[in-house]
């Protein structure tokens, strides 16, 4: 089965999941940036290409798209812990303590 262009959100999200597990990362990264133009502002997409941007060691990116998560889905633990752990692996001591 071939999956066409008018792939709705959950389906490209699931894609590039599945695409980042497989360590295709740029490719991973296109379907989530998709997946983020036809259902914006949704948390579990932003979140899951914060990882991808993470294996790629785009860690602005990163806190960019973890900031956005976290004002869409406050205190969700694993977008918290991982805006600490990015801000520690940046130096950022006081920003990881400030989470």
Not at 32 to 55: C, H, Q, W
Not at 64 to 77: M, T
Not at 80 to 97: N, P, V
Request: aromatic share 10%.
């Amino acid at each position: 089965m071939f999956l066409n262009q008018t792939m709705h959100s959950p389906s490209l999200r699931i894609r590039g999941d599945v695409e980042g597990m497989l360590k295709e990362y740029q490719r991973a990264w296109k379907d989530l940036d998709k997946a983020d133009v036809i259902e914006p502002n949704n948390a579990f997409t932003l979140r899951s290409r914060g990882t991808i941007k993470y294996m790629l060691d785009d860690y602005q990116g990163v806190l960019e798209d973890l900031d956005k998560a976290n004002v869409l889905e406050r205190n969700n633990v694993f977008t918290l812990m991982s805006c600490g752990t990015i801000k520690y692996m940046l130096d950022d001591y006081q920003g990881a303590l400030e989470i």
